[in-house]
C-alpha cells in the first residue's frame, strides 16, 4: 500500500502552506488502475517465489558482489516482518487476521482517485516485468493530469516487485537527481 499512501500523504502535504514537498516517487506501485483482489493476492504469491528463487540465483552473482545479499535480506525482513508480526499481534484470531489481510488487498485493488489532485513533479520507476504493479496496465496518459512534470521509467531488469529494498542507495540516489532535473527544467520554462 506504500503507493496508495504516499499518493493519500502528498495530497495533504500539498494543503499545508508551512510544508514544501517537491516530488513524489513511486516504485512498482500499486492502485493505479482497479483490479480483482484475488488477482492481486496471487501476484503478491508470485511474487514472493520470485524473490526466493532471485535471491538464491544471485547469491554467488558478480551483479550483486558489492552487496552483502544476507545483510540486505536481514535488513528488508526488519521492516516487512515486524509489520506482519503487528497485524497478527492486533488481530483477535487468526479469522481476524484474515480478515485484516483482505481488506488491505481490496484497499490495494482499488485505483486511488487522488493522483488528479498531485501538483508536483510525479516520478515512476518500474520493471517491465514486474508482475504485481503490471506496468502494461498502467495507462500513465490519464495519471497525474495536475503535475507539472511526469515521468515514468521503465526497467528491463526490474521484474521483482521490492526489489527497490535491496538496492535502497542506489534507487534513492538516482530519485534525487531526478527531482533536482525536473526541478531544474520546471524553472527554466517558468
Known amino acids: ?23 513524489l516517487f513511486l516504485l512498482d506501485p500499486v492502485g493505479l488502475y482497479d483490479r480483482h483482489g484475488f488477482i492481486l493476492a496471487k501476484r ?7 524473490v526466493k528463487k532471485e535471491v538464491e ?6 551483479n550483486w558482489s558489492s552487496i552483502k545479499i544476507k545483510e540486505k535480506i536481514d535488513e528488508v ?15 483477535t484470531g487468526p479469522i481476524d487476521y484474515l480478515r485484516r ?12 482517485l487522488k493522483d488528479k489532485e498531485i501538483r ?19 495507462d500513465v496518459e490519464k495519471l497525474f493530469k495536475q503535475s507539472p512534470y511526469f515521468k515514468r521509467f521503465l526497467g528491463d531488469e526490474w521484474g521483482i516487485h ?6 535502497q542507495k542506489q534507487i534513492t540516489t538516482i530519485c534525487f537527481y531526478l527531482a533536482k532535473r525536473a526541478l531544474r527544467e520546471l524553472a527554466k520554462s517558468s
Open 77 to 91: 525482513n526488519q521492516d516487512f516482518l515486524p509489520g506482519i508480526l503487528d497485524g497478527m499481534k492486533k488481530a
Open 44 to 50: 503478491f504469491l508470485q511474487n514472493a517465489f520470485l
Open 57 to 62: 540465483k544471485q547469491k554467488d552473482s558478480k
Open 120 to 138: 508536483i513533479p510525479v516520478f515512476i520507476i518500474q520493471g517491465k516485468r514486474e508482475i504485481v504493479s503490471e506496468p502494461e496496465k498502467t
Open 162 to 167: 521490492g526489489l527497490a529494498l535491496f538496492r
Open 1 to 23: 500500500m506504500g503507493a496508495i499512501k504516499a499518493i493519500d500523504l502528498v495530497s495533504l502535504l500539498q494543503k499545508d502552506s508551512q510544508v514544501r514537498t517537491e516530488a
Open 101 to 112: 489481510l483482505l481488506g488491505e488487498i481490496k484497499e490495494m485493488s482499488v485505483k486511488n
